[in-house]
């Protein structure tokens, strides 16, 4: 019943991307759907977290927040006639523990103007970002770990 739901998404999906909710592609975009989860089947496990709507309501409210707090600093930088920038990449240590949750942490931070994830170490205990202005490393650490990191445990801790 989920994979027919999901399946049933990914068909809606595919009509609006394509522009044509004709018969031939609904079942065009259902067949394709349909072959997708079948080739991912042994990685789909059941989602174990609780859901915590509020909790979730408050880290998408902090990435807004950050997002616009960024984007005007990265437009403030930009527009200033003397850009006095230090890039830079800094090592994050994670306490985010799931791949789930490290690939959140990762998203939300490269989302966010003037940060980019990337890469993450082998034993996923860090997250390399680079920064656009990397002058103290530490603070966007802080930033990172009071911030995103901080509500992600509180939103998917189990």
């Known amino acids: 019943m989920k994979f027919l739901v999901i399946n049933l998404i990914f068909t809606i999906i595919w ?12 079942v ?3 067949a394709v759907g349909a072959l997708s989860l079948w080739l991912i089947r042994r990685e789909l496990q059941p989602v174990t977290y609780p859901l ?3 909790r979730l ?3 998408t409210l902090l990435f807004f927040k950050e997002l616009a707090i960024s984007a005007t600093k990265v437009a403030i930088l930009v527009l200033r006639s003397r850009m006095a920038l230090k890039p830079g990449i800094f090592a994050y ?6 791949d789930f949750e490290i690939t959140l ?3 939300l931070i490269t989302l966010t103007p003037g940060t980019l994830s990337v890469d993450v170490s ?3 205990k860090t997250l390399y970002v680079h920064a656009l202005d990397c002058a103290d490393p530490g603070a966007l650490r802080q930033d990172i770990a009071r911030g995103f990191e901080r509500r992600i445990r509180e939103a998917f801790e189990r």
């Open 15 to 26: 009509a609006a991307i394509s522009a044509s909710f004709t018969p031939a592609n609904l």
């Open 28 to 30: 065009l975009g259902f």
């Open 52 to 54: 915590r709507p509020l």
């Open 57 to 59: 309501l408050l880290l």
């Open 93 to 98: 240590p994670l306490t985010v523990k799931s």
């Open 105 to 107: 942490l990762a998203n």
């Open 122 to 124: 082998d034993d996923r």
